[in-house]
């Protein structure tokens, strides 16, 4: 039996319909920006394996540390225990981290990053004697599948099954270009005495199509939740380590959040890992003589030590020069692509943030992710041996860090020729 027939035999993958689509693609190795298949084929991933891969698929001293750590200390149950990856990974973040921030937290991966920032901030206003329990949230957020993240992101097809399970939350509208004075109204008007936090997609809402927003109306936005005693949990699962240019889509704003969920280009894309930040006033309101204030919260890899040290890794690779320029290289080309394409017929409207591009294809249907174009881009750069996710008619490129201004080219070529055809058909 071959790998395809036995995957197909025992296992279900994510999102994905079995019914009617196409075997999965069988990957035998990751080298830099390439996946390679059963066939030796190297395909370009060029969204990084679901936003994750930072310096390129199986760079040697992540891969090295890995190594080290698993043949010197693999797990060990994180409460009463610590160890030493735990420790140089914690200092390292709270370095990186906007000044406030001061615990770090450990989990499995973005959603349950989000699932503990929502506990600590209803637990944070639960052990100071004040039921605050209502959350407010972006519309078309998306903060990943586990209860509490689905319940604060939008409501859609995705999560329809599940909705008379939700708590209820104060949803508003993302400040989108042309949208800012409205959300802001939103926002204020949707601060109640309960209200115990606002979380948002710090400048990207990634699965609502990479759709951005200004650092100047999010200011805003903290500024009044500060005001007026709501705590502020930024999501930067996605945007955090570099994406948008910056280190954190945050350290744009004059002052921090108070709680931080971060996960995906962690560990440079090579093990799950999720952390939970918060600033020192959060913490301190779980510490006490009363043993019910206790954050009683935890899984059974929290603070792996192996993902730790693939962490710890990624991070120092981050700190070098080399990495650094190559991110602001990477910056530049992307502003540059978006330029390109800005009048193409074919698009709606091309915009960029930091590494990342994307591109909305101008359709009769309402832009969605169910949009029928999907299959179709989707299929077509496969066969093509790219690696391209589209969310529903919006194309977007956010590759790792390692691809050249080469390999950027030859994705955005072959974008063109799709979209020049698109055009022509139309
Ligand atoms: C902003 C944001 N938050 C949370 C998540 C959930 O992360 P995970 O898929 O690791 O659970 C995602 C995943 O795409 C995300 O983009």
Redesign the pocket.
């Known amino acids: 039996m071959s790998l395809l027939q036995k995957d197909i035999q025992n296992i279900w993958h994510p999102f994905t319909q079995t019914y009617g689509s196409e075997a999965p693609v069988a990957i035998v190795k990751g080298e830099g920006l390439y996946l390679i298949d059963e066939e030796g084929n190297r395909i370009v991933d060029a969204v990084s394996s ?2 994750t891969s930072i310096h390129g698929h199986c760079h040697p001293y992540i891969a090295q540390k890995i190594a080290e750590q698993a043949s010197t200390l693999d797990h060990v149950i994180f409460a009463g225990f610590t160890h030493p990856k735990a420790v140089d990974l914690s200092q390292h973040l709270l370095r990186l981290l906007p000044a406030n921030f001061s615990k770090i937290f450990f989990s499995d ?6 699932e503990v920032a929502i506990k600590m901030a209803v637990q944070y206003w639960h052990n100071q004697g004040q039921t605050k329990n209502r959350i407010i949230a972006f519309k078309e ?6 209860f509490g ?1 689905m319940a604060i992101g939008e409501r859609g097809a995705f999560t329809k099954a599940f909705e008379s399970l939700f708590f209820e939350v104060d949803f508003i509208d993302a400040p989108l270009p042309g949208s800012e004075d409205r959300c802001l109204q939103q926002l204020q008007a949707a601060m109640r005495p309960d209200t115990a936090a606002f979380i948002f ?1 710090p400048l990207l809402l ?2 609502a199509g990479m759709q951005m927003y200004s650092a100047e109306v999010l200011q805003k936005m903290v500024d009044l939740c500060k005001a007026s005693g709501v705590l502020t949990i930024a ?5 955090g380590f570099y994406r948008t240019g910056k280190c954190f889509a945050t350290n744009n704003l004059k002052s921090g959040s108070d709680i931080i ?1 971060l ?2 280009g962690i560990t440079g894309g090579t093990m ?1 890992l ?1 952390v939970t930040a918060c600033a020192q006033h959060i913490y301190d309101a779980f510490v006490s003589e009363d043993k019910f204030k206790t954050f009683f919260h935890g899984h059974s890899y929290t603070g792996n030590p192996i993902a730790c040290a693939a962490a710890c890794a990624n991070l120092e690779l981050l700190a070098t020069a080399e990495s650094l320029q190559k991110i602001s290289e990477l910056c530049r080309l992307q502003a540059q692509w978006a330029h390109h394409f800005a009048a193409h017929p074919a698009l709606h409207i091309a915009r960029n943030l930091g590494t990342i591009t994307a591109l909305e294809i101008k359709t009769g249907d309402n832009t969605s992710y169910f949009n029928t174009l999907r299959d179709t881009i989707y299929q077509h750069f496969m066969r093509k041996n790219i690696l391209l996710r589209p969310l529903g008619n919006i194309i977007y490129v956010l590759p790792p860090y390692c691809i050249t201004a080469d390999e950027l080219k030859h994705i955005y070529s072959e974008i063109e020729l799709f979209l020049n055809q698109l055009h022509t058909k139309a």
């Open positions: 679901w936003w991966d973005g959603s349950t990053a989000v957020a998306y903060h990943g599948d586990t993240a997609e990634g699965t999501d930067e699962v996605l945007t969920c996960s995906k799950a999720g």
